[in-house]
C-alpha cells in the first residue's frame, strides 16, 4: 500500500455549520494543497448529529465543493444505547488513530479545543502507547467558544476542574495558539484565575507559549466581484444596490440584533432603507416577532434564512451598510468577527460595530464604531451613513477597508501558522531519526 508523504488533519465543527471557524478550516485546507500536502482530511461530525444539536446550518444542497484532496469524514459514533454520552467522541477518536497509525508525517490542527483538543490528545496517546505513531506535530486553536462557552462558564460556576482538564489539554499540543489578541489575553487572564483557586501554574505558561493566529479568509471570493452578479443576487431577492442595511450573521442576543431592530425602527433612515437580517440562531424567531410588533415597518425588515457561501459577498457588496452592532454576553463575546473582514473585502457600504471583544482587530479604524448595547448611537450611525455620509467618505472607508483586511488572506495566515512549526518538526523527525534506539531523547524544547 503506498501512503501520501505529508498529511493535514483539522478536527473542526466543519461545514454545513454556520460559523467563521468552519470557514476557516476549509480556507486552511484548500491552502494546504498549495502547500504541498499530499492529503488534508477535515475530520468533524455527522450532519445529523449537528442537526440534533440545533446548531444552525447552511443549505445542505448549496454547499461550496471542497477541492480534490480534500476529505470530509464524518466517522459514526461507536456503542449502542448503553453509552449515553461520548459515543461521536469514540468514532472521531479512534478514526484519528487509524490515520495516525499510518506511515506519514501528520500534523493535526484542533479547532474549539472542547471537545477537539481531547481527541485530538487522546488519539496521540493511544497511538503512541500502541506503537502506531512517531511522526505527529499537534496544534490547538483557542477560539471565542473556549474562552466564553467553557472556561469562562466554569469559573462562574466555581467549577475549576473543567477549567484545569481544558487548559491542561491545550497546553499539551505542541503548539497553542489563539484567535486574536483578545483571546489570547482572555485565555490567560483565566488561566490566572485557575492558578489562583488551585495552585496550578497555567498562566505562565500560557503567557510563553500561546502566540496569536488569526482568521484565515479566501480573499479572492470578496474583492472585484462581478457588477452583474451583485445586481442578479439583488433581484432575486426584491433588493436594490444601497437600498438596504444588511446584518448578516448568527441571530442570538450577543450580536445585537435586538438593539439593530430597535435602532432601525427609531431611525429616519428606515424610509430610505430596508433592514436585511440574513442568518438563522436561536433568537431568530424572537427577532420575527420584533419586526411584527414594528406594524407597516415590519414590511420593510426581510428575513433571509436561506443565504449560502456564493451569495453572502453579493448582499454586503450591494448594502447601504453593514451592521454587526455584537455587545458581550455572559455566554458569548465577540472575539474576532470574520464576517467583518469579509464585509471590508466585499466593499459596499460601510461597517457598523461595536469594540467588543476583538472585533477592533478586525476592522482596525475603517468602521463607524458605537458603543455596545447604546441604541439610541446606533440610531444616529444608521441615519448618518445611510442619509448624510459623502460619496467619498464613503469611497475611503471602502477603500481603506479592503486595504486593511487583506491581511487575513488565507495564504499569509496559513504561511505564518504551519510554515515555521513544519520546519520545526523537520528538524525533530530528523534528529528522531538519525539518534541511536538506545540513547535517551534529548531535550528539544
Known amino acids: 500500500m503506498s501512503y501520501p508523504d505529508r498529511r493535514l488533519v483539522i478536527v473542526v465543527r466543519a461545514d454545513p455549520v454556520i460559523c467563521g471557524h468552519s470557514g476557516e478550516a476549509r480556507n486552511l485546507a484548500e491552502v494546504a494543497l498549495a502547500r504541498g500536502f499530499d492529503d488534508v482530511r477535515l475530520l468533524t461530525w455527522p450532519i445529523a448529529t449537528l442537526e440534533a444539536a440545533g446548531l444552525p ?103 475549576f476542574g473543567p477549567a484545569a482538564v481544558t487548559l491542561a489539554t491545550y497546553l499539551a499540543h505542541d503548539e497553542v495558539v489563539a484567535v486574536s489578541e483578545y483571546t489570547r489575553d482572555q485565555v490567560i487572564l483565566s488561566a490566572q484565575a485557575v492558578d489562583l483557586h488551585c495552585g496550578t501554574r497555567f498562566a505562565s505558561e500560557c503567557q510563553d507559549r500561546v502566540t496569536v493566529s488569526y482568521p484565515p479568509i479566501d480573499t479572492s471570493a470578496y474583492i472585484d466581484l462581478d457588477p452583474l452578479a451583485v445586481d442578479a443576487a439583488l433581484a432575486r431577492r426584491g433588493l436594490e444596490r444601497d437600498g438596504y442595511v444588511l446584518f448578516l450573521s448568527r441571530v442570538t442576543r450577543a450580536k445585537g440584533i435586538h438593539d439593530l431592530v430597535a435602532a432601525y425602527a427609531a431611525s429616519r433612515a428606515r424610509d430610505r432603507v430596508k433592514l436585511v437580517i440574513a442568518g438563522t440562531g436561536p433568537a431568530l424567531s424572537d427577532v420575527r416577532k420584533l419586526a411584527a410588533g414594528l406594524g407597516y415597518m415590519g414590511d420593510r425588515v426581510v428575513f433571509l434564512d436561506d443565504v449560502d457561501d456564493d451569495e453572502k459577498p453579493l448582499l454586503m457588496r450591494g448594502c447601504a451598510t453593514y451592521a454587526l452592532p455584537t455587545k458581550p454576553e455572559p455566554d458569548f463575546v465577540e472575539t474576532f468577527g470574520i464576517a467583518l473582514a469579509e464585509k471590508m ?37 444608521l441615519d448618518h451613513v445611510v442619509l448624510e455620509m459623502s460619496e467619498h467618505e464613503r469611497r475611503s472607508l471602502e477603500r481603506r477597508g479592503r486595504e486593511y483586511a487583506l491581511a487575513f488572506d488565507r495564504a499569509r495566515v496559513f504561511d505564518d501558522l504551519f510554515l515555521p512549526s513544519l520546519e520545526r518538526h523537520r528538524r525533530t523527525a530528523t534528529v528522531t531519526a538519525l539518534r541511536p534506539h538506545d540513547e535517551p531523547a534529548a531535550d528539544t524544547g
Not at 79 to 93: I, Q, S
Not at 347 to 357: H, N, Q, R, Y
Request: glycine share 12%.
Open 345 to 381: 473585502l466585499a466593499g459596499g457600504g460601510p461597517v457598523i460595530t461595536t469594540l467588543t471583544g476583538g472585533t477592533g482587530e478586525a476592522v482596525g479604524d475603517t468602521a463607524v464604531i458605537v458603543e455596545a448595547g447604546d441604541v439610541a448611537a446606533l440610531t444616529a450611525a
Open 57 to 159: 446550518l447552511k443549505p445542505l444542497d448549496r454547499l461550496q465543493p471542497y477541492s480534490d484532496g480534500i476529505t470530509v469524514e464524518r466517522p459514526e459514533p461507536v456503542g449502542d444505547y448503553r453509552v449515553p454520552d461520548g459515543r461521536h467522541l469514540a468514532g472521531l477518536t479512534g478514526r484519528l488513530v487509524e490515520l495516525l497509525a499510518e506511515p506519514v508525517r501528520t500534523t493535526c490542527l484542533s479547532m474549539y479545543l472542547a471537545p477537539h483538543a481531547n481527541v485530538v490528545m487522546d488519539a496521540v496517546i493511544a497511538a503512541r502507547a500502541a506503537g502506531f505513531v512517531s511522526d505527529v506535530h499537534t496544534i490547538a486553536k483557542a477560539v471565542g467558544s473556549d474562552v466564553t462557552n467553557v472556561i469562562r462558564s466554569c469559573l462562574r460556576e466555581g467549577r
